[in-house]
């Protein structure tokens, strides 16, 4: 089973930058079938929602409007690591945010009930 371990999270300034990493323990992400990788946020009293994504195949990224713009999402195959660069934040963007991995090969997979394995969070917090 794929474990996934994000770190990063933070307090921060509005306009300011954080670089959330989410790391796969054990052995690569392709060999546990894992074709794509996203992330996920949760603020109190919201619903999970989507934040960006990636194939691993191709390296395609895709992102929910909000963060166009602001946020990129990369891979480091060497490093089994997925990232998360936030930058111009705001202080909406604070929630916990969660590394999410898909077995399914998809060109495109923005609900979180689609992927099979999740990381336990990391707090991000934006201060006006």
């Known amino acids: 089973q794929v474990q996934l371990v994000e770190t990063g999270g933070g307090s921060v300034q509005a306009g300011g930058s954080l670089r959330l990493s989410c790391e796969a323990s054990?052995?690569?992400?392709?060999?546990?079938?894992?074709?794509?990788m996203g992330w996920f946020r949760q603020a109190p009293g919201k619903e999970r929602e989507f934040v960006a994504g990636?194939?691993?195949?191709?390296?395609?990224?895709y992102y929910a409007e909000f963060v166009k713009g602001r946020f990129t999402i990369s891979r480091d195959d060497a490093k089994n690591t997925v990232y998360l660069q936030m930058n111009k934040l705001k202080p909406e963007d604070t929630a916990i945010y969660y590394c999410?991995?898909?077995?399914?090969?998809?060109?495109?997979?923005?609900?979180?009930?689609?992927?099979?394995?999740w990381g336990q969070g990391t707090q991000v917090t934006v201060s006006s």
């Open positions: 999410a991995a898909d077995k399914a090969i998809r060109n495109y997979n923005p609900s979180a009930y689609e992927y099979d394995y």
């Open positions: 990636i194939t691993m195949s191709r390296g395609n990224t």
């Open positions: 054990g052995r690569t992400l392709s060999t546990f079938s894992i074709n794509g």
